[in-house]
Nanobody, 122 residues
């Protein structure tokens, strides 16, 4: 299965973006999905995750601003980002686990998409 994140771009602080994750070559069932991000010179870190039946989990700095949701088989997961801040600038990656468990570490996911750049200007 191939994943591709898209929807990034350049936005001013306070603005919004919606990221999508496109899947090809297969579909997912009873799996958890997540978004991670990697800022320049930093490690890739957990942003948000969602279990198959909809339980959601967020990194503290994005709570109340970001919303993760499930889509369809071809676009299985979205990330709605509001009230963006310059600190949100990073490459964002979607990830899928073979298990229905949201883990906050990279090793908890089996499939990764190509990232999409989000840049927030002040």
């Amino acid at each position: 299965v191939q994943l591709q994140a898209f929807g990034g771009g350049l936005v001013k602080a306070g603005g919004s973006l919606r990221l999508s994750c496109a899947a090809s070559g297969g579909t997912f069932s009873n799996t958890a999905m997540a978004w991670f991000r990697q800022a320049p010179g930093k490690e890739r870190v957990f942003v948000a995750g969602i279990r198959w039946y909809g339980s959601t989990y967020y990194e503290d700095s994005v709570k109340g601003r970001f919303t993760i949701s499930r889509g369809n088989a071809w676009n299985p997961v979205y990330l709605e980002m509001n009230s963006l801040k310059p600190d949100d600038t990073a490459v964002y990656y979607c990830a899928v686990s073979k298990e229905d468990i949201v883990r906050r570490v990279r090793g908890g996911y089996d499939y990764w998409g190509q990232g999409t750049q989000v840049t927030v200007s002040s």
